[in-house]
Structure formats: C-alpha cells, structure tokens
C-alpha cells in the first residue's frame, strides 16, 4: 500500500501540534518593599502608637535671675494595620483527569498566588504618594490641594516641563527641587532614591542622547549610552542626577482628583506620583509598615465540589511615617 498526501493529510497528520510549555506573562521586578521600615515589635492587636519628642529651647539668661525651664513638646504617631488579602485558585477533580497541562497548571498556583499578592503590596506601598480621596492605605499622607511646605520648601510639586497648559512632565531642574526640598527638611544628602514613571525614563534617555549626539566627535559611542540599551539598566539608573539614584517602576499611583494650589499648576487626573527621598537608614526611610500576618498558603480538597482548593492570605499595614523626607512629583505620563 502506497501513502500519499491525500491519505496523510486528513487521516494521519496532526492538525495543531501543542508543545509541553505554557506560556508565562513577563513580569516586572518589585522593589519597592525594599524602602519601607518594617516594624517588628508588634506583639498583639492592629493598632499601634509611636511616641515622638520635640527639641530643647535655648533662651537669653541674666545674672542672678531665676532661670527658665521648658518642657520638650511630646506627640503621638498612630499605626494600624489596615489590609486583609487574599488570593484564590481551584482546579476540579475533572479537570485534573482530563487536561494534559493540569500537574503544570496546578504547579504555579502558589508561586502565582503569592505574584499577586506582592503586587498588591507594591501598589500599596506607592499609594502612599497620593493624597487623592481614597487612594492612599495609610491613614497620613501629604495634605490635597496644597504644596506641602516644610521649612520654606515645597514637597509636593509637579513637572516643571511644559507641553501645554496642562501637560507637565519631569525635567532634570526637578530632581534639583525635590533635594533642595530635603536639605532644608535636615534631611541627610546620602543614599537618595528616586522612584519615577517609565515615562520618565524615557525624556530623560531621549534628553541625553540628544544632547551627547551633538557631541559625539568628544564621546564617542555617547558614553556607552547606546551600547547599553539606554540610561536604564534592570531596575536602576546607570547614570545618577543631582545625587538621586533613579529606579523605574509601573506600580507608581495615578492621580484621581485634580489639585489644585501646587506651586503654580495644577496636579491633574492621570498625573503620576513620582517620589524621592533619602534611604541613609532604616530609621530615616519615609515610609513605614508591618505585617500581622506574612503570607499564608492553605490548601485543602472540597469534596461537595469536587476540587482541589488553594488560598494564601496576609495581613499588613503601611504609613507614611517621615512627610519630611518624602517629596513628590506629578508627571503626566503620556507627555
């Protein structure tokens, strides 16, 4: 018996070919955990209050007058731990029998679980920045339609690029606002971080390259700018501005209200919150948090439904805990 590719064709030839590999969504690195002082000492409840203590007073004194004591100021810093997540995922007894890809499927389960949890957390900890009606999960944050002055300097701003009326985006003069902004907070110039929109990124790649073609006879292969795929490396900067080390991310918050009174513009809706401030240590981090519970894996088979049943939960909580070392930037990100 001879084949040919009429016989092949409808009977022995596979129509669609599915290969052993899912495809998996890229991902993006989080780090924003990596800013944020995690409290420990937090034994019992969902509350927690932090004393503070203000400076001494120094005063004029004249011989054999009584002289003058003063008590030191005193306040309270409330804490709470606000969140409950959780994260879900079943795979039915029929499913497990009859797809090919259900050991693969139910494998990622936790690891995908435990993805989208740290992302919520990673939006959590950047909705600090936004002092939008709402949107922030602690309960300070810098006060709306104001520029959030301390000590003569503005740390609420926005872009003081100009494509329009309300089209504000970030340029390098900002970068030297947010640390003048610090400085006059007392603030400590050592381990500054910038965190900004990919938006961002992109004027400040498109800037220097413009400027570094122009004088490409002094620098050749622009600093190795090209060669390097850009300013960007990973998560971080290769290049640092006016001491910020500049790190992207896609989890920064939106706004959802326009403002009003900040400097001289308008912080519209969509604008993005881009934040700096100084990581010199842990006790200087502006942002602030801990976890009541870490997250949880639990897993157990419903017999009524018929399925195998995973869940990973968490509780924490997240504030802004130091105004003073925290400046934002309201970008628009479409600019």
């Known amino acids: 018996m001879s084949i040919t590719t009429s016989v092949t064709d409808t009977h022995l030839t596979r129509s669609t070919i599915w290969t052993g590999d899912l495809k998996e969504a890229l991902q993006d690195s989080l780090d924003g955990q990596s800013y944020v002082r995690w409290l420990s000492d937090f034994p019992d409840g969902d509350n927690w209050t932090i004393p503070s203590i203000g400076e001494a007073t120094v005063r004029d004194y004249s011989e054999n007058t009584a002289a003058t004591y003063d008590s030191l100021d005193t306040g309270q810093f409330q804490f709470n731990v606000t969140e409950y997540k959780q994260s879900g995922l079943y795979i039915t007894e029929q499913a497990r029998q009859d797809s090919w890809y259900s050991s693969q499927l139910e494998a990622s ?25 709402g949107v922030s999960k602690g309960a300070h944050t810098q006060t709306n339609d104001d520029p959030n002055t301390i000590n003569g300097a503005a740390h609420r701003l926005i872009g003081s690029g100009s494509a329009g009326a309300t089209e504000r985006y970030f340029d390098f003069s900002d970068a030297a606002r947010a640390l003048y902004a610090l400085k006059r907070a007392n603030v400590p110039d050592s381990n500054l971080i910038g965190i900004v929109d990919p938006s961002v990124e992109y004027y400040i790649n498109l800037h220097i390259l413009q400027t570094d073609v122009a004088s490409s006879a002094a620098q050749p292969r622009w600093d190795g700018l090209v060669e390097d795929g850009g300013i ?5 900067f290769v290049r640092n501005i006016f001491g910020f080390d500049l790190y992207v991310s896609n989890y920064l918050s939106a706004n959802t209200e326009q403002e009003t009174n900040v400097a001289t513009d308008n912080i519209e809706i969509g604008d993005i919150n881009n934040i700096f401030f100084s990581a010199a240590g842990q006790d200087i981090l502006p942002m602030i948090g801990a976890w009541r519970q870490m997250p949880k894996v639990d897993s157990d088979y419903n017999k009524d439904f018929q399925r195998e049943e995973y869940i990973v939960t968490s509780r924490y909580g997240l504030d802004l805990y130091r105004p003073e070392n925290f400046v934002t930037i309201a970008t628009n990100p479409t600019v």
Do not use: C
């Open 109 to 133: 389960f936790v690891p995908k679980m435990q993805r989208a949890l740290a992302e919520s957390v990673e939006t959590d900890i950047f909705s600090l920045a936004n002092p939008n009606t």
């Open 232 to 236: 960007a490396s990973g998560m971080r």
